[in-house]
Every structure is written in structure tokens, then in C-alpha cells.
T-cell receptor, first 116, second 112 residues
Framework: ETGVTQTPRHLVMGMTNKKSLKCEQH?????MYWYKQSAKKPLELMFV???????ENNSVPSRFSPECPNSSHLFLHLHTLQPEDSALYLC???????????????FGPGTRLLVL | QKEVEQNSGPLSVPEGAIASLNCTYS??????FFWYRQYSGKSPELIMS????GDKEDGRFTAQLNKASQYVSLLIRDSQPSDSATYLC????????????FGKGTHLIIQP
């Protein structure tokens, strides 16, 4: 595997379900991100992990819960989602050089989520 | 609130012509600037990155940055039908809780 991989690629879930999205990066990066892409809207940053530490993003509802067990893996745990959460969820990774210098972000293929 | 503005288009350009895509950003402290290409149903892929004022060329692509005007552009020379996609401008202010701030994208159509 190369680059950034995501599983599953497609997910349909009911509002009472619990599911998890998985991301793995094979680029040796130390920062990982979750983005949400809805139709007609720009990509929205949800969470950032740099050096395995989460940087808070208070605008994301608590029904989304990230987990970063190591620098190569990132999860997004989903529970009691709403239909408006249906979107493409993208994972990205980059190398954080510190002192505000972060290199190019590379994206995974995304998980297309549909909440019924 | 950091903002990145792009004309959503569609921008229609004849094959072989130059396509010019523009982007403005609100955060004067922004340090890094990126152009991503996104085909329908696919994830964004990096086309160009630029960090300092001036032009940067890579093959048929040229990125232009003017920090004083808070403006970044992408030129595509000899446009091909395969260039038809949505082009996303992204700006990184660096560090902390920030990832990239994206514009809504410009939908480019290259007419054969």
C-alpha cells in the first residue's frame, strides 16, 4: 500500500448505528487530518492530529469522535449521526516541521457516507 | 474567520487555450498556498504549491502568488479535455488548530 488509504470507501448507516472510519498513511508523516466535503460547500476541517496529539476543534459535534493511536493511523468514530452528516469524509496527512511550518497535505480516496 | 474565495464557474475554455483560475484569501499571515485538482467523485490531488511571491512553473502549470494583494492564481497552458475538473485553492496559515482552508473550487470545462 502506498500513500493514504481509507476504509470503507462507501458506508450506509442508520441514525442509531455506530461505525468507524479508518485511515492509514504510508508516507512517514507526523500529522493527520479529517475533512468533511458536502455538496456545494468547501472542504471543512474537522480534526487535526500533530505528533499524535489532538488539536481541539470545538465546532465539530460530539457525535464525531476521532482517535489517533499512532502517527500512521487515524480513526473517526461515528454514533447517532443525522442525515445532514451524509458527505465525503477525507483523511489527509502531512509532515509538520514545527514553528508553524507544515508541508503539503496528501489526501486519501475518501469514504462516501450516507446516513438514512 | 479565515476565508478563501474562488469563482465557482463553470469556466469554459477551448482546448489548447490558457485557462486562468483565481483565488483570494483573507488571512494576511498565510504562509503556504496550494492548488488541488478534484475529479468528480474523487479526492483532491495536489497540482502545485507555492510559498513566495512570484511565479512557479511546473510543466503546463504556473502558479502565481501576490501576498500584498492576497491573491494566488493558476494558469494551465495548452488546456486538454483531461484538465476538466474542479480546482481547489487552499491556504495554510501554519501550525496550531489549522489545517488547510479551502475555497469552494472552480469548475473548469475544456471544450474539445
Amino acid at each position: 500500500e502506498t500513500g493514504v488509504t481509507q476504509t470503507p470507501r462507501h458506508l450506509v448507516m442508520g441514525m442509531t448505528n455506530k461505525k468507524s472510519l479508518k485511515c492509514e498513511q504510508h508516507l512517514g508523516h507526523n500529522a493527520m487530518y479529517w475533512y468533511k466535503q458536502s455538496a456545494k460547500k468547501p472542504l471543512e476541517l474537522m480534526f487535526v492530529y500533530s505528533l499524535e496529539e489532538r488539536v481541539e476543534n470545538n465546532s465539530v459535534p460530539s457525535r464525531f469522535s476521532p482517535e489517533c493511536p499512532n502517527s500512521s493511523h487515524l480513526f473517526l468514530h461515528l454514533h447517532t449521526l443525522q442525515p445532514e452528516d451524509s458527505a465525503l469524509y477525507l483523511c489527509a496527512s502531512s509532515q509538520d516541521r514545527g514553528e508553524g511550518l507544515r508541508e503539503t497535505q496528501y489526501f486519501g480516496p475518501g469514504t462516501r457516507l450516507l446516513v438514512l | 474567520q479565515k476565508e478563501v474565495e474562488q469563482n465557482s464557474g463553470p469556466l469554459s475554455v477551448p482546448e489548447g487555450a490558457i485557462a486562468s483560475l483565481n483565488c483570494t484569501y483573507s488571512d494576511r499571515g498565510s504562509q503556504s498556498f496550494f492548488w488541488y485538482r478534484q475529479y468528480s467523485g474523487k479526492s483532491p490531488e495536489l497540482i502545485m504549491s507555492i510559498y513566495s511571491n512570484g511565479d512557479k512553473e511546473d510543466g503546463r502549470f504556473t502558479a502565481q502568488l501576490n501576498k500584498a494583494s492576497q491573491y494566488v492564481s493558476l494558469l494551465i497552458r495548452d488546456s486538454q479535455p483531461s484538465d476538466s475538473a474542479t480546482y481547489l485553492c487552499a491556504v495554510d496559515s501554519g501550525g496550531g488548530a489549522d489545517g488547510l482552508t479551502f475555497g469552494k473550487g472552480t469548475h473548469l470545462i475544456i471544450q474539445p
